[in-house]
């Protein structure tokens, strides 16, 4: 059982460009989130998803794109990155009862380390 | 706003030495709060959900309690192993699903 994982585990880029970090998934949880992890802020919501083609903000979104076209997969785009996107990105997964809430708990991912230049 | 404070941001224990960490809050409307281990290198891993106040969980070691102001995770007798940062994080109703996490505390067991 893979559960939940992230590619690349580090990403080193250069100012400008366009940089995507992936998300997958197996237990077809409906709701997937992108966080990220800065020493002095702790963990930041930036993106997150209800179900396929459904997204939303979070607290950072500002320079961050998603996806959802299947369940299983949740990739974030950094369309131009800039030196303040260097951190942690984790994804998360949260499962839900049919039309209901999600059960609440969250299940994180191993986290990619984003270096920017 | 929204707040959650953890302390001590660090904590240095000897093996054997049990202590508390301490989660507290100022939310309009908790649902749920969340306390999570996270290894160096590491995503967090879950731990507990706690509800409602005077709820209490455990694990090993490990044990979680909640009032209507704070949450304590009580570390019993501790193991070199229980060494890592302890992330809380609170789920509050009119935020949807969304997390809302605490800055850590990072526990430290000296054999």
């Known amino acids: 059982d893979a559960g939940i994982t992230q590619s690349p585990r580090y990403k080193i880029t250069e100012t400008g460009r366009q940089v995507t970090l992936m998300c997958h998934q197996t237990?077809?949880?409906?709701?997937m989130f992108w966080y990220r992890q800065d020493l002095g802020h702790g963990l930041r919501l930036i993106y997150y998803?209800?179900?396929?083609?459904?997204?939303d903000k979070g607290e950072v979104p500002d320079g961050y794109v998603v996806s959802r076209s299947k369940t299983e997969n949740f990739p974030l785009t950094l369309e131009s990155a800039t030196r303040s996107q260097t951190s942690v990105y984790f994804c998360?997964?949260?499962?839900?009862?049919?039309?209901?809430?999600?059960?609440?708990?969250?299940?994180f991912g191993p986290g990619t380390r984003l270096t920017v230049l | 706003e929204d707040q959650v404070t953890q302390s001590p941001e660090a904590l240095r224990l000897q093996e054997g030495e049990s202590s508390s960490l301490n989660c507290s809050y100022t939310?309009?409307?908790?649902?749920?709060l969340f306390w999570y281990r996270q290894d160096p290198g590491k995503g967090p891993e879950f731990l507990f959900t706690?509800?409602?106040a005077g709820e209490e969980k455990e694990k090993e070691r490990l044990k979680a309690t909640l009032t209507k102001k704070e949450s304590f995770l009580h570390i019993t007798a501790p193991k070199p192993e229980d060494s890592a940062t302890y992330l809380c994080?609170?789920?509050?109703?009119?935020?949807?699903?969304?997390?809302?996490f605490g800055g850590g505390t990072r526990v430290l067991v000296k054999p």
């Open positions: 998360a997964s949260s499962e839900s009862l049919p039309l209901g809430p999600p059960t609440d708990t969250q299940y």
């Open positions: 237990w077809s949880h409906s709701y």
């Open positions: 998803s209800a179900a396929a083609d459904i997204t």
């Open positions: 939310v309009s409307g908790l649902r749920g």
């Open positions: 706690l509800y409602s």
């Open positions: 994080a609170v789920l509050i109703k009119a935020a949807g699903n969304k997390l809302t």
